[in-house]
């Protein structure tokens, strides 16, 4: 069984600059979840879809955003990019709510 | 909202020596608490979980105990080995979201 993949690995932006971040869930899996992992940070929870709604977002500004597609494949956007944005964001699925979370490998993104 | 506090921050034992990690949360409705295991490049692995209605749960050498009435709840791991080298994330079910501590990088010496 495939797991939740994520593109690109590596992303490269210049400040104020728009990022997209693509997530592929498990097969069977309906709810996607996204992640940022900053230095030092831990895991802070940005946004979750489910049946195509986003269903919940963390506490980060209206330039994060994204959606999910009828395939329940996931994309998130980051417009007008800062220096601060720079961290590993991770997209996880799931086959109920937040149990059994499964989490892709990641896209590291870089601002400068 | 949920806030969830992990100590240590860092942590390095001899091998065949255990481990404990310990978490504390702030929401009392929350009722699932698992743990997850991330290695250099890769995305955190769930490595074992526990809801509220137990008090303790075993898988091989992991351990995980839940004290509701404290709030909080510690991962054991007992005869570590160099694989287990890693940076471990407690979590906390916080209404629809899963809110992590801030994660402890274990170091095991052989």
């Known amino acids: 069984e495939a797991g939740v993949t994520q593109s690109p690995t590596h992303l490269i932006k210049t400040r104020g600059q728009q990022a997209t971040l693509r997530c592929s869930p498990i097969?069977?899996?309906?709810?996607v979840y996204w992640y940022q992992q900053a230095l030092g940070l831990g895991l802070q929870f940005l946004l979750w879809y489910d049946e195509g709604e986003e269903r919940n977002r963390g506490n980060f500004p209206p330039r994060f955003s994204g959606r999910q597609f009828p395939n329940y494949s996931s994309e998130l956007n980051v417009n007008a990019l800062e220096l601060e944005d720079s961290a590993l964001y991770l997209c996880?699925?799931?086959?109920?709510?937040?149990?059994?979370?499964?989490f892709g490998s990641g896209t590291r993104l870089t601002v400068v | 909202g949920e806030n969830v506090e992990q100590h240590p921050s860092t942590l390095s034992v001899q091998e065949g020596d255990s481990a404990v990690i310990k978490c504390t949360y702030s929401?009392?409705?929350?009722?699932?608490f698992p743990w997850y295991k991330q290695e250099l490049g890769k995305g955190p692995q769930l490595i074992i979980d526990?809801?509220?209605?137990?008090g303790e749960k075993k898988d091989q050498r992991i351990a995980v105990t839940l004290n509701k009435t404290a709030k909080h709840f510690s991962l054991h791991i007992t005869e570590t080995q160099p694989e287990d080298s890693a940076v471990y994330f407690c979590?906390?079910?916080?209404?629809?979201?899963?809110?992590f501590g801030k994660g402890t990088t274990l170091s095991v010496s052989s």
């Open positions: 996880a699925s799931s086959y109920d709510h937040f149990y059994g979370y499964t």
């Open positions: 979590a906390a079910q916080a209404g629809t979201a899963l809110i």
């Open positions: 526990i809801r509220s209605n137990v």
């Open positions: 097969s069977g899996h309906t709810s």
């Open positions: 929401d009392s409705a929350s009722n699932y």
